[in-house]
């Protein structure tokens, strides 16, 4: 008897130099971001609230799937709950429970037309988002790792507020974060915690390797950022 080997080793690949977030033409990458999309749309429809999905990982920087390596390469995703739309906390455990187990059993029981491994969930995370989620964040690495250290797991939940993604909450509340910057009185400090964000999200989405071609969709400063997700300040 052959021993058991467990999955496959993930094939390496490159991510694409042309765009930021870019989906492969393949079958497979398509009918995920086609799924995730409707599966939003389904959730918002029967929960009666606002969610966001926050994609990162591979199926948003081009890696080509085939049926070999589609098998075992993972969905990673935040699915996102607006805090201002549920009333109990209680209540928010439950829905936060209930959605978070509805996307894995989804992605369980369309795993041949995701070309999935069927014992595979991929990388989901839930978050109920409010004013103080992304500060927080931040002054929880700030705290236990010194500016530059690593803090791998909150590093990846910073950079999901910066990512693609699909529906509002993220967009309202990253938006209200970056026009609290703007508007601080101590502007160094809040290139600081900028200049932070910015390095979470290039370590988290292509390990610190830039390309140049697409160096500009990543914001360097407070005001590119401001300029980059569309936030004005109104006076």
Known sequence: M??????PRKIPYTPSENKRYEVSEDQ??????????DLHHSLEKEFRIPISFSIFGSLVKGKILTPETAEYADIDLYIDLDSETLELRTKDIA?????????KEEIIKN?????????LKGSIHMVILDD??????????RKDFPWGESGSAMEIEVASFFTLS???VIKKYRNKFLLSLAQQTDQD?????????????????????IPEKIAHQFPKTLQDALKFYGVKITS
């Open 2 to 7: 052959i021993p058991f080997q467990g999955p």
């Open 28 to 37: 497979f990458s398509r009918r995920r971001i086609k799924f995730l999309r």
């Open 95 to 103: 829905v936060k429970k209930t959605i978070e187990r509805r996307v």
């Open 111 to 119: 795993a041949d037309y995701l070309g999935y491994a069927r014992d």
């Open 132 to 141: 103080g989620s992304i500060p927080e964040a931040i002054k929880y690495i």
């Open 166 to 168: 699909i529906g509002s």
């Open 189 to 209: 400090e809040a290139e600081k915690v900028w200049k932070f964000i910015k390095d979470c999200v290039e370590k988290i989405e292509r390990k610190d390797k």
